[in-house]
């Protein structure tokens, strides 16, 4: 399982979410810090899920990075949330 299955098998096990798409956009980093040739090290998630009601953005991305925290400690360099609660 590469890195883009495992973050998006992790978001939708913990939070059941309503849509959810994870794009490695490691290719439009080439020469930036964190960058490696092999890719997989820059993600952005787009996820709208009913976990995320009432809370504020900040909370939001503290669980999303809590979720994921074995994947940013095993390399991935940077993570682009866009989340929020369905309307």
Sequence with gaps: MD?????????????????????DES???????GHR??????FRVKITAEA?????????????NSILADELAAGVHALAIQAKAPE
């Excluded at 009601?53 to 991305?61: A, E, L, Q």
């Design 3 to 23: 890195t883009k299955e495992r973050i998006t098998a992790a978001l939708a096990s913990a939070l059941s979410p309503q849509t959810l798409d994870v794009i």
């Design 27 to 33: 290719h439009l980093h080439k020469g930036h810090a």
């Design 37 to 42: 040739e092999e890719g997989e090290t820059h």
């Design 52 to 64: 995320f009601r009432g809370k504020s953005r900040v909370d939001i991305h503290r669980m999303v």
